[in-house]
């Protein structure tokens, strides 16, 4: 069955530090997604992603985030300069179109120290 | 904005009792979807009601959606060890994103 890959599971990375979060979506899933998960809290919605621009984005998208979709597979998150708050999972997720069903990925463990 | 507020928190039970989760929203949805999300795991769709009074039924979990569109429930039949996680409701929002509900997390006594 397809599904959405994440890499790297777990990253570490130091307060300040820019981090690259990747994803593969499904193959002919059209519309992307990331959404971030503080420990012992609910999913919270970060962006989504529709013919290579934003569609959505949460309060918590700020200027410290941004997506891109650098060629036809992969796509990417970015922090620029983490802070503390950041450490959460983030997972990825993709739809074959936007009341699709979401298939998420397993998940990136951002650590900030 | 958009949020749905789902109860209880915490549910632990014996295996082989029931269980319920609800979700209430103050508008109407046009839909929603049910996930669980096992321990250390990721969100995994279960389930998307759309009409009113839906009732849809997976093996010893059956799903409702109220006739108003404002609230739904899941409930498992004679709970086992493997149904152990956090069943989350989600309603879809612009742009296609998904609001979450707090979720319930499922404990099961064997």
């Known amino acids: 069955e397809p599904e959405v890959t994440q890499t790297p599971s777990h990253q570490v990375t130091q307060m300040g530090q820019e981090v690259i979060l990747r994803c593969v979506p499904i193959?002919?899933?059209?519309?992307f997604y990331w959404y971030r998960q503080i420990l012992g809290q609910k999913v919270e919605f970060l962006v989504s992603f529709y013919n290579n621009e934003i569609s959505e984005k949460s309060e918590i998208f700020d200027d410290q985030f941004s997506v891109e979709r650098p060629d036809g597979s992969n796509f990417t998150l970015k922090i620029r300069s983490t802070k503390l708050e950041d450490s959460a999972m983030y997972f990825c997720?993709?739809?074959?179109?936007?009341?699709?069903?979401?298939?998420f990925g397993a998940g990136t463990r951002l650590s900030v120290l | 904005g958009q949020q749905v507020m789902q109860i209880p928190q915490y549910q632990h039970v014996q295996e082989g009792e029931d269980f319920t989760t609800y979700c209430n929203s103050s508008?109407?949805?046009?839909?929603i979807q049910w996930y669980k999300q096992r321990p250390g795991g990721h969100p995994v769709f279960l389930i998307q009601?759309?009409?009113?009074?839906e009732v849809k039924k997976q093996k010893r979990l059956t799903f409702q959606f109220g006739e108003a569109k404002k609230n739904s429930s899941l409930h498992i039949t004679a709970t086992q060890t493997t149904d152990v996680g956090t069943y989350f409701c989600?309603?879809?929002?612009?742009?296609?994103?998904?609001?979450f509900g707090q979720g319930t997390e499922l404990s099961v006594k064997p």
């Open positions: 997720a993709s739809s074959e179109a936007p009341k699709n069903i979401q298939y």
């Open positions: 009601l759309v009409k009113s009074g």
């Open positions: 508008t109407t949805l046009s839909n």
């Open positions: 989600a309603v879809g929002g612009g742009g296609g994103k998904l609001i």
């Open positions: 193959s002919n899933h059209l519309y």
